[in-house]
């Protein structure tokens, strides 16, 4: 399997934005999911290729946004007005699938190393 490659991540102040990207190819759902020191590793947004179905996480409705580019094969999370409690290694997930899948762990089988994203206040 094809292991995605996430990129983008950096350090930003509290109502900035950054922009990740994963390469990937093979899979028609993708998800990105965080994990912040000490806490559990959480979904955040995830798509399905073939109509742009995507779920997101309460936490970040109407801040970000997860989209795919098919020619290239590469997912982005599109995050504006980053908060300090958005501080995490964010991971690309990956896994086969029919049709949009939800952000529970166990769903996911395929990850990247991860990228890390800070906000300072």
């Known amino acids: 399997q094809v292991q995605p490659e996430e990129s983008g991540g950096g350090s930003v102040q509290a109502g900035g934005?950054?922009?990740?990207?994963?390469?990937?190819?093979?899979?028609?759902?993708?998800?990105?999911?965080?994990?912040?020191?000490?806490?559990?590793?959480?979904?955040?947004a995830s798509i399905f290729r073939d109509d742009d179905t995507t779920r997101y996480a309460d936490s970040v409705k109407g801040r970000?946004?997860?989209?795919?580019?098919?020619?290239?094969?590469?997912?982005?999370?599109?995050?504006?007005?980053?908060?300090?409690?958005?501080?995490?290694?964010y991971y690309c997930a990956a896994r086969l699938c029919w049709g949009i899948s939800g952000l529970r762990l166990s769903q996911w089988n395929v990850w990247g190393q991860g990228t890390q994203v800070t906000v300072s206040s």
């Not at 934005?17 to 955040?44: D, I, N, T």
């Open 64 to 89: 970000f946004t997860i989209s795919r580019d098919i020619t290239t094969n590469t997912v982005y999370l599109q995050m504006n007005n980053l908060k300090p409690e958005d501080t995490a290694m």
């Open 17 to 44: 934005s950054l922009r990740l990207s994963c390469a990937v190819s093979e899979y028609k759902c993708m998800a990105w999911f965080r994990q912040a020191p000490g806490k559990e590793r959480e979904g955040v």
